[in-house]
Nanobody, 126 residues
C-alpha cells in the first residue's frame, strides 16, 4: 500500500506560479513511476505529467509542455510539479498517482495508476 499526500495548491493570478508536492510513504519510492493528473469541474481526469522510477523518462501533456516541470527527490520521498505561466484553463484539482509497475513508455491513462492522493485545488484567476 502506498500513501500519497499532495500539497501546494492555492489561488494564483494568470501568469503566476505554484509548486505542488506529493509526499510518498508505504513503499520504496525509487521503484515507482509517478504522475500528476488533474480534473476540472464537469470534465474527465486528465494526464498532466509523469516521471519514471529513475527520472530518466518524463512525459507531459501538450498543453503544459514548456510551462510545467515534474521532478522527484528520492531522498525526501517527494515528487514535485513546478507550474509556471499559469492560465485560467489550468484550474482543476490536481492529483498525484503511482504506477507500481515499471512500464515503457510511461502510461498516460488513469487506469494504469494504482494509488492516488486526495487532491489539491489549483485556481487560476484571469
Amino acid at each position: 500500500q502506498v500513501q500519497l499526500v499532495e500539497s501546494g495548491g492555492g489561488l494564483v493570478q494568470a501568469g503566476g506560479s505554484l509548486r505542488l508536492s506529493c509526499a510518498v510513504s508505504g513503499r520504496t519510492f525509487g521503484w515507482l513511476t509517478m504522475a500528476w493528473f488533474r480534473q476540472a469541474p464537469g470534465k474527465e481526469r486528465e494526464f498532466v505529467a509523469a516521471v519514471s522510477w529513475n527520472g530518466g523518462n518524463i512525459r507531459y501533456v501538450d498543453s503544459v509542455e514548456g510551462r510545467f516541470s515534474i521532478s522527484r527527490d528520492v531522498a525526501k520521498n517527494t515528487m514535485y510539479l513546478q507550474m509556471n505561466s499559469l492560465k485560467p484553463e489550468d484550474t482543476a484539482v490536481y492529483y498525484c498517482a503511482v504506477d507500481r509497475n515499471v512500464q515503457f513508455p510511461i502510461p498516460t491513462g488513469a487506469s494504469a495508476y494504482e494509488d492516488w492522493g486526495q487532491g489539491t485545488q489549483v485556481t487560476v484567476s484571469s
